[in-house]
């Protein structure tokens, strides 16, 4: 792996580890076994760091947004926040201290933005794609609500594990997935929430 990919990925681990205000540009360079020179060479401070790694979530998390504009059900729902949570896992110090590191980068925190609204309307395609098939039972309003309350719990749900739980885990990434199913639960055909509970008991 070349230096600069070797960097990108150390520091994103450490991130994970830490929390991006708790990591320097040295200890980068000492995890790394290289002179902070060396670092310095393809990076001239850790927020140009910052926002590569940002591009890499921006790239990963836009192509699980762009959903097909065709008949979904509530395995397809299931699988979308399932990888949306992946994502979120591998870029959790994003999460996990969101409001601080968006403070202090105004260009990420627009884009953050953005995405955010990638998510609601995603969200929003794939209820309305449900409501039209007839398995979720919701007018527009409650599906605007119930999107917005499932962006919420996926975009926090990193943060309130943390304080519960302490360290992250698989189970972290299930619960977070089988907590934003729950709010879907009330408005679906009795059918769809069979399956769901079926499959929310092997899941977890």
């Known amino acids: 792996m070349k230096t600069r990919d070797r960097i990108l990925h150390t520091t994103l681990e450490l991130f994970n580890e830490c929390g991006e205000p708790n990591v320097t540009t040295l200890q980068i360079a000492d995890e790394m076994d290289i002179s902070p020179g060396n670092l310095y ?8 760091i910052l926002s590569e790694l940002f591009d890499w979530y921006e790239r990963e998390i836009g192509e699980i947004l762009d959903v097909p504009e065709t008949s979904l059900d509530v395995e397809d729902q299931w699988l979308f926040l399932h990888l949306i949570f992946e ?11 969101l409001v601080n590191v968006m403070s202090r ?33 919701a007018n527009p309003k409650e599906i605007d609500a119930l999107c917005k309350s ?4 996926a975009t926090y749900w990193i943060s309130f594990s943390t304080v ?15 907590q934003v199913m729950t709010l879907v639960l009330p408005y679906l055909r009795e059918e769809e929430r069979a399956l769901l509970r079926e499959v929310g008991e092997s899941y977890l």
């Open 105 to 137: 980068h105004e260009r990420l925190a627009n884009k953050f933005k953005k995405i955010i609204t990638k998510k609601t309307n995603a969200s929003r395609l794939i209820c309305q794609n449900l409501a039209e098939q007839g398995i979720l039972n």
């Open 41 to 48: 060479y393809h990076f001239k401070n850790k927020t140009e």
């Open 87 to 97: 994502v979120i896992a591998r870029y959790r110090f994003l999460y996990q201290d």
């Open 150 to 153: 499932i962006v919420l719990t």
């Open 164 to 178: 519960i739980d302490g360290e992250q885990s698989d189970d972290t990434l299930n619960q977070g997935v089988y």
